[in-house]
């Protein structure tokens, strides 16, 4: 009965193992989130939320949406999408050429072929009055003396 429940394990994580993505990759990426002003409360269709300049660690596999938010400002959607990426890609040829086809599903399944795009998201609030927000350095073009 332990040598079965032994043969069992070892198959169980054999499969596992030719999901090159997954492991490399890992199923979550860094996610940056700017505004122009910062301190922007900002709310994603996931869940999470934060305020801007952000850094999270965010699910590859679904995109989202994200709502921005800061009092005088008109409020802003931004969609992101997952998409297969120039990395994910190799790891899915790799895994269909060596790993074989339950590679290729545990990857394409768990979302580790895909980046969320764009990263960094940046976005610029616009102000109620419909002033886009100020820039950081507001110098003025110097004059043109006429």
């Known amino acids: 009965m332990k040598s079965v ?3 069992c394990g070892i198959a169980a994580v054999s499969l596992l193992l030719p999901a090159c993505a997954t492991v490399t990759r890992g199923t979550k990426e860094n ?7 910062s301190d922007v409360d900002v709310a994603l269709s996931t869940g999470q939320t934060c305020k801007t300049p952000c850094k999270m660690k965010l699910k590859r596999k679904d995109g989202f949406t994200a709502t921005f938010t800061k009092a005088g400002y008109q409020p802003l959607e931004a969609k992101v999408k997952s998409k297969i990426s120039g990395g994910g890609a190799a790891a899915g040829a ?11 599903v ?11 795009k764009p990263n960094p998201l940046k976005v610029e609030l616009v102000a109620v009055d419909g ?3 100020p820039a950081a350095d ?3 073009a110097p004059a043109t003396g006429e």
Do not use: K, R
């Open 106 to 116: 545990v990857d394409g399944s768990s979302g580790a072929l895909n980046d969320l």
């Open 131 to 133: 002033a886009a927000a």
């Open 94 to 104: 790799g895994n269909l050429l060596i790993g074989g086809i339950i590679g290729g």
């Open 138 to 140: 507001a110098a003025a």
């Open 31 to 37: 996610f940056v989130i700017e505004s122009m002003p």
């Open 5 to 7: 429940l032994t043969i």
